[in-house]
């Protein structure tokens, strides 16, 4: 059996994909109220192929508690808050849920730790707290690092079809844990040392957060002197070995836009490259704001209250709002104590935000300027209800003549 500790966006998805291939999953969360919802046959975020296949883990016994189980095998997929003003990563929960499992745990028990943390956790914070309470490892525990890589809005199809890495102190410890993933990821499963998988996750993210860099200093650039970024890229990429990403309003979500100072706080004498690219992407929002500012004079557009951001979540068709490039320009725009712009997300169904909107046609009735920050299918399929007003159209999906890009 195996006990999968946390069921938030990578917990969840991987215990019901286990469990959905045979493996006796039981889950375990601290938080009541997510169990008792999933115990109530709801899931608890949207993604797309989730429900299914919650249904079908279900129907082979999956059991969520907030209990912890005694067993050979926990995966802990716990979260690992940043702190935006260290930007270090903050392993408490990971420490909690490890001091839990051996509460309960059989000697010789594995521990999995899915969770990013920073290159060098394992040592400098699991290890100490295991001898601390008298636990040998690689005797009485052991240690393995599996680090997700899947990606919000297809977690499902990448849970079965990416590569994985599990990093081990035991080559036959890693084998073993590999037998268990092995039962639903179609992918290469490689096992290596824990050093190496807890920096090639952070290396993985921190190459897109470069790539997207370069797409967004190319976007400035063009900017400057009026040329087509879109088109310069699209002919660019026409060469066989390169391959640019898009521009983009900035970089959102929990891994791409933290993952990458992990790198530059550690040596901070040594990653220049990744230092400037972070500074482009959290720069973006205010290059946004700019824009916006410019068009509005163009426009003479005067009043900033006829001005709307759609999008709040940090990218397309997730439900997943976290260090999203929206909340970092209303945060830029609330340091200069201007007034905050009007926000609609079709995924966003609270107030998380001053003059939020829930309607696409009232939002669009009380805005003559839209800025889309995010490329939710919605608006791909309602176009023409943006005929007749003024739009920035930061990820150059938009199709209508009127149309401004960054
Ligand atoms: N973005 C751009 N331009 C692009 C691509 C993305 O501006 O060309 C922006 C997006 O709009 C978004 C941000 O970057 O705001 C990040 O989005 P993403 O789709 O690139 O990645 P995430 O954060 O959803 O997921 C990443 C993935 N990592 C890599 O692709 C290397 C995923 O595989 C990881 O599992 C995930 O981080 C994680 O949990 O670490």
């Known amino acids: 059996m195996i006990n999968v500790i946390g069921l938030g966006y990578i917990g969840l998805p991987t215990a019901l994909m286990m469990a959905s291939h045979g493996v006796e999953v039981v889950g375990t969360d601290y938080n009541e109220k997510l169990v008792e919802t999933l ?4 899931t608890t975020f949207k993604e797309k192929g989730l429900y299914k296949l919650f249904n079908e ?5 999956i059991k969520f508690t907030t209990e912890y189980q005694k067993t050979d095998v926990y995966i802990i997929s716990v979260p690992t808050p940043y702190d935006k003003f260290s930007k270090k990563v903050d392993p408490c929960y990971v420490v909690e849920a490890v001091k839990d499992v051996i509460r309960v745990c059989p000697k010789g028990a594995i521990i999995v730790i899915e969770s990013t943390i920073s290159p060098g956790t394992i040592d400098k914070f699991i290890r100490p707290v295991l001898e601390r309470k008298g636990f040998k490892v690689g005797e009485d525990i052991n240690l393995v690092h599996a680090p997700e890589r899947i990606i919000p809005g297809n977690m499902v199809y990448e849970l079965l079809h990416n590569n994985r890495t599990i990093g081990a102190d035991d080559k036959k410890v890693g084998e073993k844990v590999k037998t268990y993933y092995a039962s639903f990821c179609q992918g290469e ?15 993985e993210n921190t190459f897109r957060a470069v790539n997207i860099a370069f797409a967004n200093e190319l976007c400035r650039i063009c900017r400057h002197d009026n040329m087509d970024v879109y088109e310069i890229i699209k002919i660019c990429n026409m060469h066989p070995r390169v391959n640019i990403l898009q521009p983009g309003p900035g970089v959102g979500g929990h891994c791409i836009s933290v993952d990458p100072w992990f790198l530059v ?5 040594l990653a220049k490259v990744i230092d400037e690219s972070m500074k482009t992407n959290d720069s973006q929002p205010d290059f946004v704001l700019q824009r916006i500012h410019d068009i509005m004079k163009e426009k003479g557009i005067k009043d900033i209250k006829r001005v709307g951001l759609y999008g709040l979540t940090y990218k397309e068709n997730v439900d997943d709002c976290r260090e999203s490039p929206t909340l970092q320009l209303l945060e830029s725009q609330e340091r200069h104590l201007a007034e ?7 995924f966003i169904k609270n ?7 829930h309607s696409l046609d009232k939002f669009l009735s009380d805005v003559d300027f839209i800025v889309i920050m995010v490329k939710h299918n919605e608006i791909k399929d309602n176009m023409d209800k943006l005929l007749g007003k003024v739009v920035l159209d930061c990820h150059n999906i938009i199709n209508i003549p009127s149309v401004y890009h960054l």
């Open 340 to 346: 905050p712009l009007k926000v609609y997300d079709p």
């Open 189 to 203: 499963i490689v096992v290596t040392d824990i050093r190496t998988a807890e920096m090639t996750k952070v290396v």
């Open 265 to 269: 706080g550690d040596y901070p004498s």
């Open 57 to 61: 883990a279900v129907k082979l016994g």
């Open 39 to 42: 115990n109530a046959g709801k």
């Open 351 to 357: 107030d998380i935000v001053k003059n939020q909107y």
